[in-house]
């Protein structure tokens, strides 16, 4: 089953580097960086308002929990947002373009 992987991360550069190494360890085919998210939480209390980017990265159910662990020692966030969402359908042309880069 194909899989997406939501990361909000602190900037743009993050989102790139954390992506390039998930995309270099083929444990994704590709990583999708969207910039100058605008983010209002809780932390510690306080509400925060900051500018945030968006990575996602597309790959396939069997490496979810591999994601998971190496976004989360290179991420500078003590408590990362890390998603993983079942695609429904998707083409299957681009599906085995997928199972070819990261099996």
Known sequence: MMVLIYVTTSNEEEAIKIGDLVVKE???ACSNVIS???STYWWEGNLENDN???LI???LEKNVENIFDLVSS????DNPCILAL???NVAEKYLE???DEID
């Open 57 to 59: 990265l597309k790959t």
């Open 52 to 54: 945030e980017a968006i």
């Open 26 to 28: 083929r444990l994704a």
């Open 97 to 99: 373009w997928i199972k």
């Open 74 to 77: 290179v991420h500078s966030y």
């Open 36 to 38: 100058n998210m605008k």
């Open 86 to 88: 079942p695609v429904l």
